[in-house]
């Protein structure tokens, strides 16, 4: 294999254990959410979500709430490290090339749409359809989990497809948050985050590598879009698009003064520490600020910021109104959309499109694996709950739709990973 092919399927190896094990992890603070808020306790879960939390620099002032700073704050990360991977699966991965792209792009978009014209069609004409893109998003670390726990059948192409369909789902997802959630727009802000897109991008092809610089105009893009109108979160997607994706060196000259470097070790000894200093500082230039970000981030997202992001979301209280509600058209519109919306429309895309030629499987997948897949593309966990808070200004509508989309979520999980399993070889094809 070649060293940069075997750079790129490690690359994604990484990623996918990653994902699997934040899925995990996830689930488990998504049980202590749903155990402390319907236990004795659950007081004290309310007051923990409204704690207040004050942020001061100078003469600036920032007052949010824990759950407020989760949703708008740390979030931003979350989006960053969407971004990231978009970006990267856009330059060197599944979504590099039309032929790659082309099935899990398709797969996407209609997988969106089918479920959202679900839901429009239990709401349509009420104020509840602000709520229609609820249903429309993939929860790549759930998904992920469940083709982990069925190990080495999984074919790497079913993982890949998973993987691409999802992250163009993250994509597009992004778009309708910031095209269908956005407030009152306060031009300003807005064209002071156009000040500093500008400045990020003249950086990107000064080649400018400091993640300070970064890192700085990060946050005050993140302010100018707190007060702008526009969700704060984009914020994190616009920066990751801005970072430069190129190293300050080439692979060739990294190996030829890493082989110098080396031989200075070996033969002078009193220079040892100056040459490892070398050798450090190369490592780094070899590396991009794509590369370097999104792996540093990653696992603070995904053992971090998602698992509070779960606990802070996930809390439904089961009372006996919540529950009678799963059959309101909120509820029907978001369970039906998950489980039934996604499994058709990305089946019927993958069908579709290799019926008209445009595509083709991955190698040793079927189109029974696709279809078990496209139930699990049903799991809407992290976004859902997102746009969820974006959607509904009502509390009860709100722990409705929490409830509607762990149920579709749940069964979507459970359906999918048992057809897979059946139709899955008995070994390992990957």
Known sequence: MAPARRSIVTTFQEFVRSSASAGIIIVACTAIALLWINSPYSASYHALLATPLHITVDTFHLDFTIEHFVNDGLMVIFFLVVGLEIKRELLVGELSSRKKAMLPMIAAVSGMLVPGLIYALFNVGTPAIRGWA?????????????????????????????????????????????????????IGSLLWAGAIVVLLIIGNRANIHSLLFYGLAGIALWLCFLSSGVHPTISGVVLAICIPSRARIDQRSFLQRTRDLVDRIVAREEQQNDAIHALETLCEHVQSPLHRIEHGLQPWVSFGIMPLFA????????????????????????????????????????????????????????????????????????MALFVAHLAFTSNADLDIAKLSILVGSFVSAIVGSFLLRSSLPKAATA
């Not at 778009?175 to 959630?181: E, G, K, N, R, S």
């Not at 996604?342 to 696709?370: C, D, T």
């Open 134 to 186: 609820v249903p429309v998003a993939t929860d790549i670390a759930f998904a992920l989990g469940i083709l982990a726990l069925l190990g080495d059948r999984v074919p790497l192409g079913l993982k890949i497809f998973l993987a691409a369909l999802a992250i163009v789902d993250d994509l597009l997802s992004v778009v309708v948050i910031a095209l269908f959630y956005t407030s009152t727009l306060h």
């Open 311 to 382: 606990i802070v979301n996930a809390g439904v209280e089961f009372r006996s109104d919540v529950v009678t509600h799963l059959i309101s058209p909120v509820s029907l519109g978001i369970m039906l959309g998950l489980f039934l919306g996604k499994q058709i429309g990305v089946s019927f895309a993958v069908w579709l499109s290799l019926r008209l030629h445009w595509a083709e499987l991955p190698a040793n997948v079927s189109m029974r694996n696709i279809y078990g897949v496209s139930i699990l593309c049903g799991i809407g966990f992290t």
